[in-house]
């Protein structure tokens, strides 16, 4: 008999991800912030810009932590049916690819 230990989601995937998307957070709020008095400070210098590329690059990482996140949670699918997730739909006893939702079925 197995044990009920087994979970649909990897478990330190998840705590792993979490952990990281606190840290991205904190990274975009402070150079959120730093990119706000280099920019008060001295506008369009180096360190402004710089500042700034570091806060694109730590947001972009929160969203992407954030999406593979909801994804782990929601069983890989963003919760969204498989048929959904890949842009199927079901026309009789096969799925049909490409068509979009507002199409009428014909």
């Known amino acids: 008999m197995t044990l009920h230990t087994d979970h649909p989601t990897p478990l330190p995937a998840v705590r792993q991800l979490r952990r990281m998307r606190v840290f991205y957070a904190a990274g ?10 280099t920019g008060w400070d001295s506008p369009g210098s180096r360190p402004m810009w710089t500042s700034l590329l570091l806060l694109a690059v730590f947001a972009g990482l929160l969203v992407m ?33 490409g068509e979009q939702p507002w199409e009428a079925a014909r």
């Open 28 to 37: 975009v709020a402070l150079w959120t912030a730093s990119t706000a008095w």
């Open 65 to 97: 932590a954030c999406r593979w996140l909801r994804n782990l949670e929601n069983g890989g699918t963003d919760g969204r049916g498989d048929a959904q997730a890949y842009g199927l739909r079901r026309r009789g006893p096969a799925l049909v690819r």
